[in-house]
């Protein structure tokens, strides 16, 4: 009785792994092509880390002329929810983060590298756990629940590290006579990995991003093949990158104090072991404390949150790549107008510990990404999002027309409009644009510096009785709140005003404000010869009969 004969008894039905080695042949890539991948667990949540895992893996590939692929790791079955990986890979969708291979539903997958979803990928890792247990490298362990209990008590009483090594391995003592006679007996076991490591000695690595890290060696008989048949994390992680030509492990530095033992994998393999880059998670401050983004108190943690307020996927990318690298701000003063896919990310440029995720700051990145997108975008995005959404602003937007012109004011130009930041704002921000939403708001009209009625009433009149002509051009029509502002009384020009203190009461911008209050109920909106020549002379003629009280 050898480990042969051990191992065939195990998995009498696997294959040779020289079999998959053929089956999937090294990449033939140019050279410092990136191959790497998300690899998340279908849990029914996509966290805004994970994307940003995503797009960094994304950027990276496609800067390399490389790979990006998704997998699915569900080997913990009891953490599966229903259209998990749909979901994983929708938000992908609608960030535009598209991976070259891996699972595109439930159950496809694209790419020569499949099945990209562990569970179907059962007799690959067990041709490779077969292929250890053969070299005497892993071994059939048959500790019950209630032996691993019985062993963390003891360790507990007796003050040393919790685990399976050393002298605590029981199994891995057992003869393979022993083993064959127990499996013969039907006795059930796990498989683990027979570790040949020392917890006394230290191993070096270079990580990407954290640079030099020194471990102790793993020492522990990790469980490589659990009772159901299926791998573990680490050991299924192996032999996919392994045969998956993953050159870059990129994932979250959660992972990292499991470096030595997935190099011990590597290695027993007889794998080259990849390069690690492990990022450090987006944190958050909480009253003064950095905690990370947590699934169950930030709602901005869910990827979903981005798609609900409206925030541009454009906007989210451009923000967590000002988060992954520091240097994009830079780029981006440098180079206004460029694509974003332009930026060179640096992976040994990222930040070694958490970077803080500030609302503010995306929400201001989402105000200048969105001022240069077209009026047809702009109302193509906030169309699609009032259908999820807005059923209010859904009907508003029918009108396509109308609602061009509404959009391009102050767009397309030298210095756009800057006042969106979400599609969930836009509503408000426009509202006043549509006679059905501001008339049936009851709100109060900001007036200012002239806020007696007598007087407004009397501006409003004489504007549109006697200035207001729709065919006037910007200069012109102006100059008439000019003319109109000296007929009232008011200074016609502001420096004039200033000059002389006290000798008027207001000025040709406080006339322009009572205008702009009577017709939006607001002190502040973009260019108000743009929003008269949409509104047209009418519809201005009943605002400002409803504004006289
Ligand atoms: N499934 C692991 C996770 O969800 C993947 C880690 C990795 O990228 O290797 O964190």
Known sequence: MDYKDLADLIFPEAKEISYYEEKYPRRNLKEGAIVTRFAPSPTGFVHIGGLYQSLIARKLASQTDGVFFLRIEDTDQKREVENGISEIVNSLKDFAIEPDEGMISETEGKGEYGPYKQSQRKEIYQAYAKYLIEQGKAYPCFCTPEDGEAMRAKQEAAKVRPGYYGVWAKCRNNTVEEMVEKIKNGESYIIRFKSPGREDRKIKHK??????????????????????????????????????????????????????????????????????????????????????????????????????????????????????????????????????????????????????????????????????????????????????????????????????????????????????????????????????????????????????????NQILTLYIDKYYDEKDDKQTWFNKIKELSGEMGYCKEVKEFKANPGMYEAHVGDVSTVLRVALTRRTNTPDMYEIMQILGKERIAKRFEVAKK
């Open 207 to 456: 990580d990407v991003i954290k640079g030099n890290v020194e471990f102790p060696e793993n020492d522990q008989d990790i469980v490589i093949i659990k009772a159901d048949g299926l791998p573990t994390y680490h050991f299924a992680h192996a032999v996919d990158d392994h045969l998956m030509g993953t050159t870059h492990v990129i994932r979250g530095d959660e992972w990292l104090s499991s470096v030595p033992l997935h190099l011990q994998l590597f290695y027993e393999l007889g794998f080259k072991a990849p390069k690690y880059a492990h990022i450090a998670p987006i944190m958050k401050n909480d009253n003064g404390n950095k905690r990370k983004l947590s699934k169950r108190k930030d709602s901005e943690a869910a990827v979903s949150y981005y798609e609900e307020e409206g925030i541009p996927e454009e906007a989210v990318k451009e923000y967590l790549l000002n988060i992954a690298n520091s240097t994009f701000e830079n780029w981006r003063r440098a180079n206004p107008d460029k694509d974003m896919s332009e930026f060179e990310l640096q992976l040994n440029k990222m930040s070694v510990s958490g970077a803080l995720f500030d609302m503010v700051k995306l929400l201001d990145v989402g105000k200048t990404v969105i001022s240069k997108f077209t009026a047809e975008k702009v109302y193509d995005e906030v169309y699609k999002w009032a259908k999820r959404h807005d059923e209010e602003l859904e009907k508003l937007l029918e009108n396509k027309e109308y609602s061009l012109k509404v959009f391009g004011i102050e767009r397309g130009n030298k210095k756009p409009r800057k006042d969106i930041s979400k599609w969930s704002d836009v509503k408000e921000n426009i509202g006043y644009m549509y006679d059905e939403l501001f008339f049936n708001k009851q709100e109060e009209y900001p007036y200012q510096v002239i806020s007696d009625q007598e007087k407004i």
